[in-house]
């Protein structure tokens, strides 16, 4: 069983910047694909980045290419999400997940809101 906890939220105002953290247990971090989602209040969950276990190859949702960016840092078993350039339509809650071996794991997810 992996566990994955999500931290970094908050409230920021339109143009602000915010980075969440993930910290996903095991021993094998650097073989997991890890991902950041996210779940506004009546919509269904969406992709937002993902990272390949080297890190050398990322993805993004368009609505957030070139804005926000992915990184993780294997030796402390973390990944990151740098968001710049926050729009109120980013306001959600944002969950991280790892793919282990063909299974999901997902964190609780931590709420990010920007205010207009």
């Known amino acids: 069983q992996v566990q994955v906890v999500e931290s970094g939220g908050g409230l920021v105002q339109a143009g602000g910047s915010l980075r969440l953290s993930c910290v996903a247990s095991?021993?094998?971090?650097?073989?997991?694909?890890m991902g950041w989602f996210r779940q506004a209040p009546g919509k269904e969950r969406e992709f937002v980045a993902t990272?390949?276990?080297?890190?050398?190859?990322?993805y993004y949702a368009d609505s957030v290419k070139g804005r926000f960016t992915i990184s993780r840092d294997n030796p402390k078993n973390t990944v990151y999400l740098q968001m710049n350039n926050l729009k109120p339509e980013d306001t959600a809650v944002y969950y991280c997940?790892?793919?282990?071996?063909?299974?999901?794991?997902w964190g609780q997810g931590t709420q990010v809101t920007v205010s207009s």
């Open positions: 997940k790892a793919r282990v071996n063909d299974n999901d794991y």
């Open positions: 095991g021993r094998t971090f650097s073989s997991y694909v």
């Open positions: 990272i390949s276990w080297s890190a050398s190859i990322t």
